[in-house]
């Protein structure tokens, strides 16, 4: 048994993220080991090859390259070799044939769209998936004919009876923010498939440590590095994941229109994927154990989290995922003016509206990410003025609870 692609410096570089296909380890050791390129230094720890522009022996080795002839770099808006191991490490995690990094998750969204789509195609989104993907369709794909539909995440009728002979994608994000709805990854791939419809999951919440949507029938899985796999909110980057065939095709667009990844994120990005699965452990329990006290309290309305049993997909979410992530949503009883003070009242917990940081964060998602919404997209979607989101981090528990605690005290 092998680790996939340990390439030594002085043999030619792979010129595609090639994944071999791995078996045997588990995730913890292909986070941690897949693709090492250990140069003739001897370096132990991932080099950052920060170098837009890579030299050749001579005229006749620059042609062969540039030509395709002969595997090399040619320049890091098309390959670089440590956003390479990035992207193979990733696919390992995600048992994807391939993977091509973006400078950001939206660019992997727009990449994915823009490879695949043309004018004439019709797309059809889940309502609820990240609000800048929804602008990105309505405001540029529509501009340049292409058909959108908006249906729920879990009304598999509505993406039933939708879904037509000239529907190209379907796209999805499981679980959704901020109200952790859960799509049934099979049956959308069900769906998508009897057209020949391809499924785009966003796999930004759950991550390949919590759920493996390739594994479910999924064509693509896209994600947001800067969340999770990051970890500790220091750099944007997004990655698209599938088979070489539609990688391909994605790459083609990225490598002339150039929303490259820069080596030193996806130097962050590497280390994050190192210890990836021992942070979702603790953001899970830690989630699991605010959601469970939240539910205690008196001053809350609701708890919206799939790890308790009163979540109404609880049991896909059990079946569908290996634990419940980070990020929990509860309502309290009150209006905006409450749901502010009692933010306003905690002390340690940062108030921001990112997602996947070692701090634990907390939003009012009716005033913050989803004010651009119409008053009815919200209401309909339960994104009331009394809901606040949490995206617990990796503090001690006890202390983020003691803090939750004078947040709820203020508002008692
Ligand atoms: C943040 C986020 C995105 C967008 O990613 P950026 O890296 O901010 O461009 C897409 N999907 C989800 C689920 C996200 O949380």
């Keep these: 048994m092998s680790l996939p692609s340990v390439t030594d410096f002085s043999q030619e570089l792979d010129f595609e993220c090639q994944v071999e296909k791995v078996s045997g380890f588990g995730l913890d050791t292909l986070a941690i080991r897949t693709g090492i390129n250990t140069t003739h230094e001897g370096e132990h720890s991932e080099p950052i090859y920060a170098t837009s522009s890579y030299v050749y022996k001579d005229s006749a080795q620059s042609a062969a390259v540039f030509s395709g002839k002969e595997q090399g770099n040619v320049y890091s808006r098309f390959t670089n070799p440590t956003v390479r191991l990035f992207e193979q490490r990733i696919a390992a995690l995600e048992k994807a044939e391939a ?33 800048s993907t929804i602008f990105l369709l309505k405001n540029f794909f529509e501009k340049f004919g292409v058909e959108v539909s908006y249906v729920d995440l879990t009304d598999y009728e509505q993406w039933q009876s939708q879904i037509k002979t000239n529907t190209k994608l379907l796209f999805c994000e ?7 709805h859960i ?9 998508a498939h009897q057209y020949n419809a391809l499924l785009i999951v966003d796999n930004t919440f759950c991550t390949p440590i919590l759920q493996q949507p390739l594994a479910m029938g999924a064509d693509i899985v896209i994600h947001s590095t800067g969340k999770y796999i990051d ?7 997004g990655v698209v994941l599938s088979s070489q065939e539609i ?37 899970c329990s830690n989630a699991m154990q605010i959601a469970q006290w939240l539910e205690s309290c008196p001053q809350v309305e609701q708890v919206i989290y799939t790890g308790l049993s009163s979540h109404p997909q609880h049991a896909l979410a059990c079946r569908q ?29 940062s108030k921001t509206t990112n997602v996947g940081d070692a701090k634990t964060m907390v939003t009012h998602p ?4 989803h004010c651009k919404w119409s008053e009815e997209d919200r ?34």
């Design 99 to 131: 993977a091509i990094a973006t400078a950001s998750g939206m660019s992997a969204v727009m990449a994915s769209c823009m490879a695949l789509l043309k004018s004439g195609d019709h797309v059809i989104f889940s309502r609820d998936v990240f609000g």
């Design 321 to 349: 995922q290996r634990d419940h992530s980070g990020i929990v949503s509860f309502k309290i009883k009150g209006d905006q003016a409450l749901a502010w003070k009692m933010i306003d009242s905690t002390k340690l917990i």
């Design 379 to 412: 209401a309909r979607a339960g994104i009331t003025d009394n809901l606040i989101r949490l995206t617990v981090g990796l503090e001690n528990v006890e202390d983020l609870i003691a803090d939750l605690k004078l947040g709820l005290q203020a508002i008692a």
């Design 247 to 283: 990688v391909d095709k994605v790459i083609a667009f990225m490598r002339c229109a150039g929303p490259a990844m820069s080596p030193y994120n996806a130097s962050h990005f590497i280390k994050g994927l190192e210890t990836l699965s021992l942070r979702m452990q603790r953001h």
């Design 231 to 237: 970890g500790q909110g220091r750099c944007v980057g």
């Design 174 to 180: 499981t679980p959704s923010n901020p109200m952790m």
């Design 183 to 191: 799509a049934d990854i099979e049956k959308l791939a069900a769906i």
């Design 366 to 369: 009716a005033s913050t990410t």
